[in-house]
């Protein structure tokens, strides 16, 4: 953007236009703050807003090519990994590279659910989303490298977000 030839170099500004989901003052503001300090807080206590955030931020840095912000982390998931997430969220990433850390985060956040329920509460965005499918698959492929048997009926998995092992089992 700030490259010579375009309009942005010579003026030495860049406007930028609100988007929903992609572009806002927070999403500029958390931007500004990483390529100032490497360090993101988005200062949010409730953990699907911060998602919110994490998610926007991600799409920003890709929408202007900017890398090297690799915050997803699944530090900040609660222990069933999905609790703070919500259909948004999965839509959202979608629009994001394929192999993207984010979309991937989100993907190894459900498959732990999506192995273990019949009725998951993101089965339908896996339909609608096929995308989104194709990064859960990957993502079940992974965990089920790490599986050990255990029992009948059931089997041990390491969870790819945590690395804690997790027992699965149909319900």
Known sequence: MFKPGFREHEEQAATLQEETDIVS??????????????????????NSECVSAAIELARLADKYGI????????????????????????????????????????????VCGYMRQKNYKFAQ??????????????EVQLALDTTNVFKERAFIIKDPVDNAETRLQRT
């Open 125 to 138: 965005e896996a339909e609608d989303h096929p995308t989104f499918a194709a990064d859960l698959l990957r």
């Open 67 to 110: 890398i090297g912000i690799q915050s997803a982390n699944g530090g900040g998931f609660p222990k069933d990994n999905t609790s703070s997430l919500k259909s948004a969220h999965i839509i959202s990433a979608t629009f994001l590279p394929r192999g993207h850390p984010v979309r991937r985060i989100l993907a190894a956040a459900c």
């Open 25 to 46: 003052a927070r999403s500029i503001q958390a931007l500004i703050q990483w390529l100032y300090t490497r360090v993101i807080n988005f200062g949010i206590k409730d």
